[in-house]
């Protein structure tokens, strides 16, 4: 008799970066001005991780370097409340808007930055708003040669400023000439009518009816694949201040439902299984192992954008 599989454990996953600091928002707030306006990013943080404790379940942190830098208490708390502690890059640059360089550099200081303040060296990394394009799958290479072990930056989906629409929906291997691979753990979809819808996180957690997160991680969940759930702690601040000079699209986007986030959240929580995507990660190497989990070139990836 076949043993019984093992419940799929989800990655659960927040992106800790300031209101201030998001893409939709690069227009109307230039980083001249980061300095000089409130900073609440630890307020939000901190009702994620008492959510977490309350449920007892732990996540990844995807810290941005600049909040390390200036707030590395709150970095510190993170990782001694149990969870994993991870690399949001160091100045939310988008990555399909830098070269090599440039990302190798925002990545090392993001390190330092991350390290000094918790004493972990980050081995995960989520870009900036998805920002990890067919364009720049340069940054793969990259992050494999810094060490890292995986990335959860790519949404598989089109968006008018983010997604790789032909990503595979399960995470996959990227493999490099040189032999060394890299885990992409993709943003979770629902395939709806022969497209991906997103799903699962952000602001398509508070727009989207609650039914979409559910079926789409029970759909993944059943298919043995993990889910990934992720947030920001500004979606859990509905009295951040208001950015007037945004475009009405993105405030509206902005602003949707915030006082719904951690009821949406903890739903999804009561629902599933989560872990830290290092966790996750160790699953997938087990099913790496015996077969079942995929492996991708990344000249594949590459080679559609040409």
Do not use: K
């Amino acid at each position: 008799m076949t043993a019984p599989r093992p419940p799929v454990r989800n990655a659960l996953s927040v992106d800790v970066e300031e209101w201030f600091q998001v893409s939709a928002f690069s227009g109307a707030i230039p980083r001249s001005r980061w300095d000089a306006l409130e900073r609440r990013a630890g307020l939000g943080t901190r009702r994620l991780l008492d959510l977490f404790d309350r449920r007892g379940v732990r996540a990844t942190f995807f810290v941005l370097g600049w909040v390390a830098e200036r707030d590395p208490g709150l970095v510190q708390e993170i990782r001694d409340r149990g969870h994993e502690v991870a690399s949001h890059g160091h100045e939310h640059r988008l990555v399909d808007r830098m070269g090599t360089a440039a990302f190798r550099e925002d990545l090392r200081r993001a390190e330092v930055a991350i390290e000094r303040a918790c004493g972990v060296r980050p081995r995960g990394f989520r870009a900036p708003s998805f920002s990890l394009s067919r364009e720049s799958s340069w940054a793969w290479d990259v992050l494999r040669e810094e060490g890292y072990l995986y990335s959860s930056s790519v949404y598989p989906v089109r968006h008018d400023r983010y997604g790789i629409p032909d990503f595979p929906r399960r995470p996959v291997r990227l493999v490099g000439g040189d032999g060394r691979a890299l885990w992409e753990v993709p943003m979770t979809t629902w395939r709806l009518l022969g497209r991906n819808l997103p799903a699962a996180g952000g602001g398509w957690l508070r727009a989207l009816p609650r039914f979409v997160a559910r079926r789409a991680i029970s759909a993944l969940n059943r298919a043995g694949d993990p889910a990934v759930v992720y947030v920001h702690p500004w979606e859990t601040d509905p009295a951040q201040p208001r950015v007037e000079e945004a475009s009405p699209a993105s405030r509206f986007r902005h602003y949707l439902h915030l006082d719904q986030t951690l009821e949406r959240l903890d739903d999804l929580l009561a629902r599933f299984a989560f872990a830290p995507l290092a966790e996750v990660l160790h699953d997938l190497e087990r099913r790496t192992e015996d077969g079942t989990a995929g492996t991708l070139p990344c000249d594949a990836v590459a080679a559609r954008a040409r």
